[in-house]
């Protein structure tokens, strides 16, 4: 009898511990997202020139750098949010007969401008060609507040989620209990860019209907699973 006992006493901790190790629960992905209007604009651009005299050409490029920095300065952009990258000099080679010389000095740098001012980005990408600029990497838009709103977005993924597994507990009789598993992935931040080349080509032309950022879109993911309860 007591042997009896001592295998039911067995079988019913293993089944425990079996339910502990492997419970009923329901899974679901939640998802959130948030739109907002960007008031923030990146636009990078630069200079490129080529010379025989590598001083002419330093010489060159400082001069254009000071008449874009005066150009951007009229938009009440301030020296700290232009960023110039280091002077790119690289000598340029041609080969005639199999024989290489040197033809002068291909001189290059990039500077980034933040503004947020969106409405003058017209205004601005005209300023920086009339300075001179003759290279251009891309504008592209973002949202100051990105921290704030990616928690929104995460907040609509978890109701998102409780939402989904309160629609299947109830079309299987079941109720959605405490959360057994959370984990998130990481979130979007979707920034539009506008192409440089068509934004070049309109403002040499005077074409075009003005650069709007439209929304950027933030979005979140959660995973989780919850217990089921009868």
């Avoid at 952009?77 to 010389?101: M, N, W």
């Avoid at 300023?127 to 600029?133: N, P, R, S, V």
């Avoid at 704030?148 to 409780?162: G, R």
């Amino acid at each position: 009898m007591k042997k009896i006992v001592l295998i039911l006493a067995i079988l019913l901790c293993a089944s425990w511990a079996y339910a502990e190790e492997f419970p009923r629960t329901i899974s679901v992905t939640g998802y959130g997202e948030v739109e907002v209007t960007p008031d923030t604009a990146n636009l990078s651009l630069g200079f490129r020139s080529m010379d025989a005299d590598l001083v002419k050409a330093k010489d060159e490029m400082t001069k254009k750098m000071d008449a874009l920095i005066d150009a951007l300065k009229q938009f009440s952009i301030s020296e700290k949010d232009i960023q110039a990258t280091q002077l790119y000099i690289y000598p340029s080679y041609a080969t005639t007969d199999g024989k290489t010389t040197l033809q002068g000095y291909d001189v290059s740098r990039t500077i980034t401008v933040v503004f947020t001012d969106l409405a003058k980005a017209d205004a601005i990408l005209d300023a920086t060609i009339k300075a001179g600029a003759n290279t251009f990497n891309g504008l592209s838009f973002s949202y100051s507040k990105e921290d704030e709103v990616k928690s929104d977005a995460l907040l609509k993924a978890v109701q998102n989620a409780k939402n989904q597994a309160d629609y299947l507990a109830a079309r299987f009789d079941v109720k959605r209990g405490k959360a057994y598993q959370i984990s998130t992935s990481q979130q979007n931040y979707g920034v539009r860019t506008e192409n440089m080349a068509a934004m070049k080509a309109e403002a040499d032309t005077g074409g075009g209907q003005g650069y709007t950022p439209g929304k950027i879109k933030i979005t979140a993911q959660v995973n989780a699973s919850f217990y089921i309860v009868d």
